[in-house]
T-cell receptor
């Protein structure tokens, strides 16, 4: 297992374009999370899935954002009509369900989005 | 959700022990305390988690007093490669889906 993979690592797009990011979690992890991180700030929660069900969405996730995890494996995060304020690092993490020491996040390296 | 407060930044010389304290005054009975490390252009990485007293692994130690309203991450003999941002998180009984990251503590190790 190579950990959590995110693709692409970098994306530059023009304002108004749509972008889609992909996340491949650790295979036995049934929970998958999307976070957004801007410069100098900690990661902000966007949404999470348990298997294919999207169980929680942050108010940060405007109607231009949509996330899917169709078969409970990989996930995609799409941003429609991108704005300059969407420029950030988008992080994906996966975990097993639980709260103890073995259930922490494993994060990917993120996708850095720049909207010009 | 328990809010956490950490120093914004710390400097340390190589070879010294570094202690980063986090306060979480409204921690709940079933909450765990967890620390993550983040290098530039990478996702955060789990370091250590504890509930009370002391936990030690190959990377760090975590000290939690009896009232659990604070915790201290201890990094022994830091090196330049320990320069990173360190986040203190409180994980509730609902699990990781409701975890909030603060701004963390930026540790700069000086040669």
């Amino acid at each position: 297992d190579t950990g959590v993979s995110q693709d692409p690592r970098h994306k530059i797009t023009k304002r108004g374009q749509n972008v889609t990011f992909r996340c491949d979690p650790i295979s036995e992890h049934n929970r998958l999370y999307w976070y957004r991180q801007t410069l100098g700030q900690g990661p902000e929660f966007l949404t999470y899935f348990q298997n294919e069900a999207q169980l929680e969405k942050s108010r940060l996730l405007s109607d231009r954002f949509s996330a899917e995890r169709p078969k409970g494996s990989f996930s995609t995060l799409e941003i429609q009509r991108t704005e300059q304020g969407d420029s950030a690092m988008y992080l994906c993490a996966s975990s097993l369900p639980g709260t103890g020491p073995y259930y922490g996040y494993t994060f990917g390296s993120g996708t850095r989005l720049t909207v010009v | 959700l328990a809010k956490t407060t950490q120093p914004i930044s710390m400097d340390s010389y190589e070879g010294q022990e570094v202690n980063i304290t986090c306060s979480h005054n409204n921690i709940a009975t079933n909450d765990y305390i967890t620390w993550y490390q983040q290098f530039p252009s990478q996702g955060p990485r789990f370091i250590i988690q504890g509930y009370k007293t002391k936990v030690t692994n190959e990377v760090a130690s975590l000290f939690i007093p009896a009232d659990r309203k604070s915790s201290t991450l201890s990094l022994p003999r830091v090196s330049l490669s320990d320069t990173a941002v360190y986040y203190c998180l409180v994980v509730g009984s609902g699990g990781y889906q409701k975890v909030t990251f603060g701004t963390g503590t930026k540790l700069q190790v000086i040669p």
